[in-house]
């Protein structure tokens, strides 16, 4: 099944330090996800200045708890970049 997450950043003094921290994990377990074939895009949410204030990406998994459980280990989880998570069931479009 394939999910659409949305996660924002928190908006405190330190979240851009915070995703800095933790940015070369989460993309390392990214990388990994996307060999897996878990991963069909995704990327950072912009600010009108430039600045990442979030995240977004589709993710195929057998089911909820999986996706669950990857994102509760995930580096921006733990190290409490993303402060708001939504998740989407989802469905790609194909065109022609």
């Known amino acids: 099944m ?4 949305i996660a924002h950043d928190g908006s405190d003094a330190e979240a ?6 933790c940015r070369a994990d989460h993309l390392a377990g990214i990388a990994k996800l996307k060999s897996a074939g878990h991963v069909l895009f995704g990327g950072a949410i912009l600010d ?3 600045n990442m204030i979030g995240s977004v990406g589709v993710f195929e998994f057998p089911d909820r708890t999986h996706l669950d459980a990857w994102l509760a280990q ?3 989880v733990t ?3 993303w402060q708001k998570i939504s998740v989407h069931p989802y ?3 194909t065109f022609n």
């Open 16 to 21: 851009p330090a915070r995703r800095q921290r």
């Open 74 to 76: 995930d580096p921006y």
């Open 91 to 93: 469905r790609l479009a």
């Open 2 to 5: 394939q999910y659409l997450v």
């Open 48 to 50: 009108d200045q430039g």
């Open 79 to 81: 190290g409490r970049v």
